[in-house]
């Protein structure tokens, strides 16, 4: 089966979607743009897919040289047969293809490699043969001074022998088969118990799981227990099973004299050469299947994130906690200008509290604040206090949130944060990405690399580099699905939209500064390095709402302009019409009325275009994540000696694991609502269920103050 027969299979869509898709990626079009703006070539492929597509692309194409060089490589030892070539051809993974190349592999020296050397492969291949002559007879034929005994040919003929069998791809992949459906990953304690994150692993210093069955979470930790020298780790499995299915297939007459031999050899290339071997494989297998799911789980909560619904129109004040070096204290405003600063010591060993409750009253009177966001770093608890006693004193109506700073110091070294606030110090810096992480969350968070947002788990012990690949996807797919306000977004930003490399984007906001604000989308075009390629796919992800051109605040594509013209013409506007609020109602109320299909007809235009354009029409300025609820913002503080078994109360979900989810509820620490108390009935996993940033009533179970602990259910109460 070709390529594009196998995608339109793996895929469960046509071959003109797989064919008309990998043309328009290998022609450099980005995943986004073909998502959204080439939907009659792809047949309303979604970006998932898209993905998926690109990927099982690469790896296809990847597998297809491999095989014309396995087959170059085979060729130039003379022992390519026409049965090689046809096992080639139909390895369908990279495995498979390794295993068909293993017995032609250039080797280090072997045993089996010197044994050929003493001319002992004729007297091996004798022995396979199962005759009824006495392989000492056998042997006799091949003494020589380099073997003086029959015994040392014999062995020799053996280690050649374990060696065949052992590379045999038949072989290998019966046993790997066997092995990972009945084997146990085993996992005993080392004597290094002095480490200390031994204590962390304890649960796994004699532990056993079927390897068919333990979950990704598990191996990812067993795997840092073993990198941590704490845990040694085997998969261990039925050996005599093992020699019988092996004795299966090689052994056809049981009752030859040679069979002893035969049997020793399966043996010993079974437990030297076969066992490792393939318990590298597997163990590769299950961390790449691990990695892979704890990715997935990363980029989801990463998408959640980014995506939460910003707080329009709110003044901040933003904290960022700390005791001895003091609290550092931002004003921003409602577009995330930096007002004014300060450091306030209410904590020990200062303990200034009046005068820092004074501090904060006056910016918040001085630059007229609603909003208060507090890191959840250290001191995070006790500003809590600070700022629960603030609404209550101050005359100003205040709330308060605390969120997530993780990543906030990554931002405050960065050169993107020097630029920003060249003369302000680092602290300060991190303050105000805490302040704008409400107003905006994406726009402040793209500036951040997405590995240090702390919303994964065991981010840290998969491959960096498939990491760092798909949280770059994920932020692209997010900045393009809520799409860019051309003349206020950052460089970070942009740079993120299709079609924009980070220096084209460093480009457009030094256009910008020269030249003033973009008045259309199509002065794009004389930025310097933004070609007709990038513009193309970036437009349509690039909104301006004051400008000349009001098409230019939808997702309609520039190309499209046209079409959206004689579609709003049927309905009897312009696109200036677009602009009035009182004749946009009715826009909206019309477009309504339209049917798709006739007026793509009508227009000799694509389906799915014509609805797209529709759907813009009626929403220009669209956020999609307006539609989202707002964050919970508090107006007093809770303490972990507060909560009492059965207590309802909301919070909002901070992380998802493979286990659970934690959810903020308003006390230092995030409570976990296990997997097994997200619902009354069955969870397959958490993320089915709950996403990050959701807003959810938990009912408290447990408090364990002394261990931080906070355990929650989700479950309807009886």
């Known amino acids: 089966m070709d390529i594009i027969g196998q995608l339109a299979k793996e895929l469960n869509i046509s071959p003109r979607q797989v064919e008309q898709t990998a043309a328009l990626l290998d022609d450099g079009n980005t995943i986004p743009f073909i998502a959204r703006y080439r939907k009659e070539a792809t047949g309303e492929l979604d970006e998932t897919v898209i993905r998926s597509l690109s990927e099982r692309l690469t790896y296809l194409r990847g597998l297809e040289e491999r095989k014309a060089e396995v087959t170059r490589l085979i060729e130039t030892q003379e022992k390519l047969t026409p049965e090689i070539s046809q ?9 498979e293809l390794e295993d068909i190349y293993r017995p032609f592999r250039p080797k280090r020296r072997t045993r089996a490699s010197v ?38 040919a014999l062995q020799g003929a053996q280690d050649i022998l374990a060696e065949q069998f052992t590379d045999d791809p038949k072989n290998r992949a019966k046993i790997r088969k066997f092995t990972f459906d009945t084997g146990l990953l085993v996992c005993q304690r080392t004597d290094d118990l002095d480490l200390p994150e031994a204590a ?46 092996l004795g299966k297939e090689m052994i056809t007459e049981p009752s030859s004299p040679a069979e002893p031999l035969l049997r020793a050899a399966i043996e010993d290339g079974y437990s030297r050469l076969l066992a490792p071997s393939l318990e590298r494989d597997l163990r590769s297998a299950l961390t790449e299947k691990a990695e892979e799911h704890a990715i997935g789980i990363f980029a989801k909560n990463l998408r959640d994130l980014l995506l939460q619904s910003p707080v329009r129109g709110s ?16 004003a921003v405003n409602e577009f995330g200008d930096l007002l004014e600063y300060t450091t306030i010591y209410p904590h020990e060993p200062q303990r200034r509290w009046q005068e820092a409750l004074q501090t904060l009253d006056t910016l918040v009177q001085k630059h007229q604040l609603t909003l208060v966001i507090i890191g959840n770093g250290t001191a995070s608890r006790e500003t809590e206090q600070l700022v629960a006693e603030l609404i209550e004193e101050s005359k100003a109506s205040l709330k308060y949130l605390v969120v997530n700073e993780a990543g906030a110091s990554v931002y405050s070294a960065s050169d993107l944060a020097r630029e920003e606030f060249p003369d302000l110090d680092v602290s300060i810096r991190g303050a105000v990405s805490i302040a704008r992480r409400v107003q905006d969350p994406l726009a402040e968070l793209v500036k951040i690399d997405p590995k240090s947002i702390g919303v994964g788990q065991y981010q840290h012990d998969v491959n960096q580099r498939e990491l760092t690949s798909t949280l770059g996807a994920v932020v692209e797919s997010c900045v393009n699905h809520v799409g860019v306000e051309l003349n206020s977004a950052s460089s970070a930003l942009l740079g993120h939209v299709s079609g924009l490399s980070n220096r084209v ?18 002065e794009l075009k004389k930025v310097k390095g933004l070609g007709p390629k990038a513009f193309q796919q970036a437009a349509g992800f690039l909104r301006i709402a004051d400008g000349r051109e009001p098409l230019d605040n939808t997702a309609v594509h520039p190309e499209s302009y046209p079409l959206a013209r004689k579609i709003l013409e049927q309905i ?23 049917k798709a299909a006739e007026l793509a007809n009508t227009l000799q235009a694509g389906e799915p275009t014509v609805r797209d354009i529709i759907d813009a029409l009626g929403q220009p300025g ?25 207590m309802i109360l909301q919070g909002t979900v901070q992380n998802v694991v493979d286990f659970g989810a934690f959810v903020d509820i308003g006390v230092k620490k995030a409570g976990l609502v296990h997997i097994s108390q997200l619902s009354d009935g069955y969870v397959r996993h958490p993320t089915d269920l709950v996403q990050v940033g959701d807003i959810v009533s938990v009912r408290i179970l447990d408090v364990e103050p002394k261990l931080g602990r906070i355990s929650l259910s989700m479950k309807r109460l009886k």
Do not use: W
């Open 87 to 95: 096992a080639i051809g139909q390895a369908t993974t990279l495995q």
């Open 115 to 152: 044994a050929k050397e003493q001319g002992l492969e004729p007297l091996a291949l004798l022995l396979l043969e199962q005759s009824s002559t006495d392989p000492q007879a056998l042997a006799e034929a091949f003494l020589h001074e380099g073997v003086p005994t029959t015994r040392d």
């Open 200 to 245: 962390e692993f304890q649960m796994y210093f004699d532990y056993f799981e079927d390897v068919a069955k333990i979950p990704p979470h598990r191996i990812l930790a067993i795997n840092r227990g073993e990198r941590l020298n704490v845990l040694k780790v085997k998969i261990q499995v039925d050996v005599e099973k093992v020699h019988s299915l």
């Open 315 to 330: 003044r901040v004040l933003g904290i960022d906690p700390a005791f001895r070096t003091g609290c550092k204290v931002v």
């Open 505 to 522: 984007a460093k480009e457009v906001v030094s256009y910008r500064q020269s030249n003033g604000i973009f008045s259309r989308r199509s």
């Open 572 to 594: 009897g506007y312009n696109e200036q019409d677009l602009k009035n609020r009182e004749s946009l109602a009715a826009i909206r109320s019309k477009l309504r009325t339209l």
């Open 622 to 646: 669209r956020d999609p994540r307006d539609e989202l609820p707002a964050p919970l913002f508090r107006a007093d503080v809770l303490s972990m000696e507060d909560l009492r078994p059965g």
